[in-house]
């Protein structure tokens, strides 16, 4: 039997992320994806049983990662200005950092296996999440409103412009590069909106 080898599997993912963003959910395959490693088909399947294994795995890795580096430096008894600013900051971050693997995550939650991926990669991230969402409610910081309203005007504006940078154009095709500055003043109208 053969053994697993990291850097070769390490190899795979990368491969597998950049392939998903490039031909999608549904020009994806083992076979393609093989030959692009320059490995056989057989080698992938000692590391996956099927392309939903890889899948599945691949979207509760970007997952876990994301949401992990979400909450870096949060908690939720934070100050709601405070809070919603460090998720700003930690979501941008982790966008601009890994922008394949993003766009390779939004593929794959949207995907079959959307709901695994969700469940799977959350953890505990829902729950505080939450948390700061009643706990700025109850300190009268944060306008009461349905949860989904909140996750709109709170992050709407902030993947807008993430997404508008990361293709490098804006409505029109515009040619467009996210500035601090334009971070801090979208953050300051979102905030203005949702505090009392």
Known sequence: MRTRDIN???????KAVEMLVKDGFEGFSMNKLAKA?????????????????????LGVEIGEKFFDETL?????DM??????????????????????????????????????????????????????FQNAIKKKELVALPVELFWAVAYGPLYTLL???????????????????MMDDA?????KALTP
């Open 79 to 132: 100050p709601f200005p405070e809070g919603l600013k460090k998720q700003w900051e930690n979501r941008s971050r982790f966008t601009l950092k890994y922008p394949t693997e993003v766009a390779a995550y939004e593929i794959i939650r949207h995907s079959t296996h959307g709901d695994y991926i969700l469940a799977k990669s959350m953890k505990s991230f829902g729950e505080i999440m939450h948390g700061f």
């Open 163 to 181: 997404k508008f940078h990361t293709e490098g154009k804006s409505i029109g095709g515009r040619p467009f590069k996210l500035s601090k500055k």
């Open 187 to 191: 953050f300051e109208l979102t905030l």
């Open 37 to 57: 490693c320059g490995i056989s088909v057989a080698t992938l399947y000692i590391y996956y049983k099927d392309k939903d294994d890889l899948i599945k795995k």
């Open 72 to 76: 870096n430096g949060f908690s939720v």
């Open 8 to 14: 070769k599997e390490s190899s795979v993912k990368e």
